[in-house]
């Protein structure tokens, strides 16, 4: 039997640096620069070099004469806000330095994570990784084929140094630091308050609880509005989260029950059952069960739903809808944008709404590959301080959290109306905690996601249906 797995580093990411875009600069600390062959399948074999101990001396391979090249993998692609931004960077840092940069980065989803995996491997893995830092990076890690921050700063000392230590989260493999922050994520709660107005129901503030959020709910079904925009039949996710995390707190939601029985196994039944009562109460919509999520996103921003709770990637999402052009910013129509805030997620117990779950859960990974290539070491470590130099932080963390000791001043000029909403409902939240599902993953999630159509409806339990997923993660 797994013993319960304790809660990760990002639960103690409790201070958040609150940054900006508005400061610019394209500067960088790092040494002479190096760059790598641009054809992974190219690349001489990984070595498996045993990773040097903190302050243990490296002996570092000799600089390369001229400009070479780097692949780097990174999620800044498809329709993430921080793609432009990181085409920006890697230009700026090619003219700066000399080098070049083979892109190689995708769309973070599942098919990318097999990817990243199959790549490590086979041998093709990228010189420098932006790459979850939870038990997505536990199979690489264990094969010792990324390189811990502690062996990169015996020999480049100022490594990361910027970055609040606390806030660089450990490996669950062996507790080491690897991957350099540099924006993170929240999850809170969206609001149409025109939809509000229309329901005579006030804007949340930051006391707001369950039995506050239920009676508002009542008001807004009441007009003719779903209260809540959810698609419970295709993404229960964040519903899942809060409402496990409504019955427990900061302390201890990281941590997987050993079964459905024990204290906190019960937390999460409860969790289940609360999600069951509002359905039954009627605040999802009527097709919750069969409806996509990105039918019911188009709810909310069409002002046909209230509240919806997601991530602090949604902003963007939120933008598009107001604008004429989704993929034109000019378009933007701010009187329509303004109709739009965030809050925090309604609390219930010893968790307070401002009480959030986010962190930072990605960071750059320089692998062993490149650390070990004369013609790639400097540039690597050059790369990376680059993407995550004081200057360029605020760039990709916008309206998110950094681990930046020295954040730059908010300059409002550059963000829309709801960016500066984010922040200011950033700056006053109390905690910050990571996400479980995010250690709860694959067929253990199977009786509670997929499942969720049957314990609203009741046709399981929601003992049972925890029962078993938790059955699942003990025997994976």
């Not at 503030?205 to 709910?217: I, L, S, V, W």
């Not at 329509?336 to 960071?363: C, E, I, M, N, Q």
């Not at 996400?435 to 314990?455: H, K, N, W, Y």
Request: net charge negative; glycine share 8%; hydrophobic share 40%.
């Amino acid at each position: 039997m797994k013993k319960k797995v304790i809660s990760m580093m990002l639960a103690g990411a409790m201070v958040l640096s609150m940054t900006a875009c508005g400061n610019s600069g394209n500067s960088s600390d790092a040494g002479s620069a190096a760059s790598t062959g641009g054809d992974a399948a190219a690349e001489a074999p990984a070595t498996e070099a045993p990773a040097a101990e903190a302050g243990q001396e490296t002996e570092a391979p000799a600089a390369a004469e001229g400009p070479v090249e780097l692949v780097v993998t990174t999620t800044f692609a498809g329709e993430d806000s921080n793609a432009q931004n990181y085409k920006d960077a890697v230009k700026a840092w090619e003219a700066e330095t000399g080098n070049t940069v083979v892109d190689t980065s995708a769309t973070a989803d599942e098919t990318f994570k097999t990817r990243v995996a199959t790549d490590f491997e086979t041998g093709s893995e990228p010189d420098v990784l932006f790459f979850f830092n939870g038990a997505d990076s536990n199979s690489f890690i264990e094969a010792g084929k990324v390189v811990s921050i502690d062996e990169i700063r015996a020999e480049y000392p100022d490594y990361a140094s910027n970055m609040n230590e606390d806030l660089i989260t450990a490996s669950l493999v062996d507790n080491k630091k690897y991957a350099v922050p540099a924006n993170g994520y929240w999850e809170a709660m969206f609001v149409n308050t025109e939809v509000l107005d229309a329901a005579g129901v006030a804007m949340p503030g930051a006391d707001y609880t369950m039995d506050q959020f239920k009676a508002d709910c009542e008001k807004i079904k009441a007009a003719g509005y779903a209260p809540i925009a959810a698609a419970l039949g295709n993404i229960p996710h964040y519903w899942w989260e809060f409402a496990i995390f409504n019955n427990q707190s900061p302390a201890n939601h990281l941590e997987i029950p050993e079964s459905a029985a024990d204290e906190n196994g019960q937390s999460w039944v409860a969790g289940m059952n609360d999600i069951k009562e509002l359905y039954e109460l009627g605040y999802f919509p009527e097709n919750t069960l069969s409806a996509t999520d990105d039918e019911t996103f188009a709810m909310f921003t069409e002002g046909k739903a209230a509240f919806l709770i997601d991530g602090s990637w949604k902003v963007g999402g939120i933008v598009s809808s107001c604008q004429s052009d989704p993929n034109d910013p000019a378009t933007l129509d701010t009187a329509k944008l303004d109709k739009f805030d965030v809050t925090y997620v309604p609390g219930k117990g010893s968790r307070k709404a401002t009480d959030l779950v986010g962190g930072l859960s990605s960071g750059y990974f320089i692998t062993r590959k490149a650390w070990d290539d004369p013609a790639k070491r400097a540039a690597a470590v050059s790369f990376v301080e680059y993407l995550t130099s004081d200057e360029m932080v605020p760039k990709f963390a916008q309206h998110g959290a950094s681990a930046l000791k020295n954040a730059p001043e908010v300059d409002a000029s550059e963000f829309n109306s709801l960016q500066i909403k984010a922040m200011n409902m950033m700056a006053g939240t109390t905690s910050l905690t990571g996400a479980v599902q995010d250690l709860f993953a694959g067929d253990c999630r199977v009786s509670t996601f997929d499942g969720m159509p049957e314990i609203v409806t009741g046709r399981v339990a929601a003992e049972d249906a925890v029962a078993e997923g938790l059955e699942a993660y003990q025997n994976q």
